[in-house]
């Protein structure tokens, strides 16, 4: 089974909103990653953040860490169009070097 | 600098044909990862390699194989594809194994098996 599950499935907001994207996961990590997805294409790594970290920042990516709740937020302020893509969470696995990513959230921007 | 590089970036395969994906990674990334993903779903682990040895293994059967080369460039191997092999599989490159370490995908190959 999946180790990280992305929440909501799936997103609509008006362009300059912000959009929040949680991710719940149930084994213990030594970090979490999130990743981008435009249609269908290659992946591109947003940010990562260690289990000792409780937030970090990116631009206008914003990312929480509750490794009590084992839970992650992502924060992506002023939206805009091209923000439209698919979000997944990912997390390293039983095995050192194994990374599993959740089902995504699906971000939809209007102009 | 060169990005992660896929081929074919399309296939269309017939049910029980044999297929063989090729990735080559960002230049002094000696670590590649193979995934598969399904519509609508995230990425599956399938492999990892790092200095030519297998590092990780997802649960993929046997049908599945790869091999990374001197020049870290991998390939990943399907046998007796199935119509649910159809997927895009990424492949992943990053400087070493573990997963502290950034992973940066290629535009993936896109798997039709008729």
């Known amino acids: 089974s999946q180790q990280g599950e992305e929440d909501p499935q799936a997103l609509s907001i008006q362009e300059g909103e912000n959009a929040t994207m949680n991710c719940s996961y149930k084994?213990?990590?030594?970090?979490l990653q999130w990743y981008r997805q435009n249609s269908g294409r290659g992946l591109v790594h947003l940010i990562l953040i260690r289990s000792n970290e409780r937030e970090k920042h990116s631009g206008r990516l914003r990312v929480t860490l509750d490794t009590s709740k084992k839970s992650s937020s992502l924060l992506i302020t002023a939206s805009r169009a091209a923000d439209t893509a698919s979000y997944f969470c990912a997390t390293d696995g039983d095995l050192y070097d194994k990374v599993i990513f959740g089902p995504g959230t699906s971000l939809s921007v209007i102009p | 600098d060169a990005g992660v590089t896929q081929s074919p970036t399309h296939l269309i395969k017939t049910r029980g044909q044999q297929v063989t994906l090729r990735c080559s990674p960002i230049?002094?990334?000696?670590?590649v990862s193979w995934y598969q993903q399904v519509l609508g779903q995230g990425p599956q682990f399938i492999f990892q390699y790092y200095e030519k040895e297998e590092r990780g293994r997802g649960n993929f059967p046997d049908r599945f194989s790869a091999r990374q080369f001197p020049n870290y460039s991998s390939e990943l191997n399907v046998n007796a594809l199935l119509l649910g092999d159809s997927a895009l599989y990424l492949c992943?490159?990053?400087?070493?194994?573990?997963?502290?370490?950034?992973?940066?995908f290629g535009p993936g190959t896109r798997l039709t098996v008729l």
């Open positions: 992943a490159s990053s400087l070493a194994s573990g997963s502290f370490y950034t992973q940066y």
């Open positions: 084994t213990s990590i030594n970090n």
């Open positions: 230049s002094g990334h000696k670590s």
